[in-house]
């Protein structure tokens, strides 16, 4: 088990190594493709450069959709003193694709006759266009799936809250500051205390999850002499209650008596909340419990890749793997390899006893 152990711990590192920005993610993708496919995976890198691996022959199809890029920002990547490896991509998210990968290398041969495990590892889920999990979602339809994202070992995500982003530009015949009326910058300004004011509006009462969040991306104002423009981003995190097409049409009404004033939205995203109560989670919950820990059920403000699967793959879904989430995209970003150990623990444990379960329950 300790080669096992280690074997699991080098993927993780030398993936870590390999740098892997969002549509740069080659090298990266052929790494992981050689390592499964030494490991009796059937392996390929597809057509949208996703690093694909299967194994098992059962009835049941199980997807676990991690990614492989990773958001700007080089860290050095060490493993210190206390045995924490340091390195962007730790956490956010090949932490969790490795454990994935290392879980699903060593499942028994009975978990394996009755199931069929396929792991992604999604190109440019950091990006806005979610390259890999848009391609994947239309080549396989799976009876359960894992996202891979840093829950912390003994965490379990069932939701994901969406996202709207509203880009507003103000643009004025310029005029001298002395004389009555309001510049471009004014009415930009008036359009942000309008979208955070229906923000505050919006969604549902209580916690967080529920309401819609607004917050500012980009801010800025000029003038060429002639014209004044002043232009603004608006980043919005939407709850289940509030789609992003209603958000678009509301804020659009709220904002339509502002002359001059060009919108566009992009990132539609559709927030997603699965039921916590299915064999999926039941299977992790009694895992982590093996492990001595105590299963604890989130939800996330930000977005991944669950939100873009959810309506193609209507079945039992959550996502998980180890790390701390607080330090994704950090200068900070930092994963305990005993913390990744227990959590490719808890994902064979997991995995077997859902491939088992079913097949008994057939």
């Known amino acids: ?10 993927l993780l590192i030398r993936a870590v190594g390999i740098p892997s920005l969002s549509g740069q993610e080659g090298e990266v993708a052929a790494f992981l493709r050689d390592w499964m496919a030494a490991r009796g995976f059937e392996a390929r890198v597809d057509e949208a450069g996703n690093a694909v691996g299967e ?3 059962g009835p049941l199809t199980v997807a676990l959709l991690g990614h492989m890029d990773t958001v700007p920002g080089e860290i050095p990547v060490r493993v210190d003193e206390a045995g924490v490896l340091h390195g962007r991509g730790s956490v956010d998210a090949k932490g969790p694709l490795c454990a ?8 028994p041969d009975e978990a394996l006759a009755a199931a069929r495990f396929v792991v992604i590892g999604a190109t440019e889920e950091e990006a806005p266009s979610s390259r890999g999990a848009r391609h994947i979602r239309t080549v396989m339809q799976p009876d359960v799936v894992l996202i891979g994202e840093p829950s912390a070992w003994e965490g379990l ?5 969406g996202r709207l982003v509203v880009k507003a530009q103000a643009v004025k015949e310029n005029f001298h500051t002395a004389g009555d009326g309001s510049s471009a910058g004014d009415d930009l300004t008036e359009a942000w205390f309008r979208v955070r004011a229906w923000a505050a509006g919006a969604g549902e009462p209580g916690g967080v999850f529920g309401g819609v969040q607004a917050t500012i991306q980009d801010l800025g ?8 423009r002043a232009w603004g981003t608006f980043g919005l ?3 289940v209650s509030v789609s992003p097409a209603q958000a678009e049409a509301e804020i659009r009404a709220t904002l339509t ?11 539609h995203e559709t927030a997603v909340r699965h039921p916590k109560d299915n064999a999926l989670t039941r299977a992790f919950r009694v895992a982590i419990r093996e492990q001595g820990g105590s299963p604890v059920f989130k939800v996330k403000t930000g977005t991944s890749d669950m939100n873009v699967v959810a309506a193609h793959w209507p079945v ?17 970003e930092r994963l305990d390899l005993a913390e990744f150990d227990r959590a490719v623990a808890v994902l064979r444990g997991a995995l077997t006893r859902l491939a088992l379960g079913v097949a008994k329950a057939d």
């Open 1 to 10: 088990m300790q080669g096992t152990v280690q074997d699991a711990r080098d």
């Open 55 to 57: 194994r098992g022959s």
């Open 100 to 107: 994935f990968m290392a879980a699903v290398a060593t499942l």
């Open 157 to 161: 995500t069932l939701g994901y809250k």
């Open 221 to 228: 104002a000029g003038t060429d002499g002639l014209h004044q």
């Open 237 to 239: 995190r939407l709850p």
């Open 257 to 267: 008596d502002l002359e001059g004033l060009e919108l566009s939205f992009v990132g």
């Open 316 to 332: 039992p879904t959550l996502a998980y793997g180890p790390g701390d989430s607080a330090l994704d995209h950090t200068p900070e």
